[in-house]
């Protein structure tokens, strides 16, 4: 069974800073993918940002960008020239790769403030 | 283009009572998800519906149970309601034919159920 870790419940940032948020997870697969999801008081999911373990380099999104240690099994987000409209819940979620579908493992989550 | 809809969008509901959400998955999605989101917490998958079948189940009792019709819509149904089971559900879909990375999963905005 896989597990993710966010280990900052919460984090403030002031507008237009750039903030990193944690996450770590612990698998025995060897092919995977990994996600950040944003979650606004609209409570609607919206996909973030994706990776795919076998990739080396970082993906990278607009302002948002990961820091992928596959060894250490880390998966940080970086939300550069924060804005208003980050502030959010923001989850990390594993996805083995192959098999059955489509089934998301995510963390605890990360309450994002940016402040003005 | 609709997205995933779920209804209804809140409910309550008394101990013991049972309770039916429905979700209809994004157009040309065929595999729905469904995943239970305590206050404060990450969604915790439930299972997974592709033709018509239960493929993938989480760590949930039997009296979480679901099904999905040929137009790939979806119902969760629990019953005996506990009030530990006051969540948002939430609805993803996703494609099944070559699933893993390239599919982008589309979360709905759920459905709050309060059970007193």
């Known amino acids: 069974a896989q597990t993710v870790t966010q280990s900052q419940p919460e984090m403030s940032v002031q507008e237009a800073e750039t903030v990193t948020l944690s996450c770590t997870y612990d698998?025995?697969?060897?092919?995977?993918?990994l996600f950040w999801y944003k979650q606004p008081p609209s409570r609607q999911m919206i996909l973030v940002i994706r990776?795919?373990?076998?990739?080396?380099q970082n993906a990278t999104e607009n302002r948002f960008s990961v820091n992928f240690q596959k060894a250490a099994k880390s998966f940080s987000l970086k939300i550069s020239d924060s804005q208003l409209g980050d502030t959010a819940m923001y989850f990390c979620a594993f996805m083995k790769s192959g098999g059955a579908g489509n089934m998301l493992t995510f963390g605890g989550g990360t309450r994002l403030m940016v402040k003005p | 283009d609709a997205g995933v809809t779920q209804s209804p969008t809140h409910l309550i509901k008394t101990r013991g009572q049972q309770v039916t959400l429905r979700c209809s998955p994004k157009s040309g999605h065929d595999t729905v998800s469904w995943y239970q989101q305590a206050l404060g917490q990450g969604p915790q998958f439930i299972f997974q519906?592709?033709?018509?079948?239960?493929?993938q189940r989480g760590n949930f009792p039997d009296r979480f149970s679901g099904h999905q019709f040929p137009n790939y819509s979806s119902e969760l149904n629990v019953n005996a309601l506990l009030l530990g089971d006051s969540a948002l559900y939430l609805c993803?879909?996703?494609?099944?034919?070559?699933?893993?990375?390239?599919?982008?999963?589309?979360f709905g905005e759920g459905s709050w159920l309060t059970v007193v």
């Open positions: 993803a879909s996703s494609l099944r034919v070559g699933t893993g990375f390239g599919n982008t999963i589309y």
């Open positions: 698998t025995s697969e060897s092919n995977y993918y």
């Open positions: 519906y592709y033709e018509e079948e239960e493929r």
């Open positions: 990776q795919e373990a076998y990739k080396q």
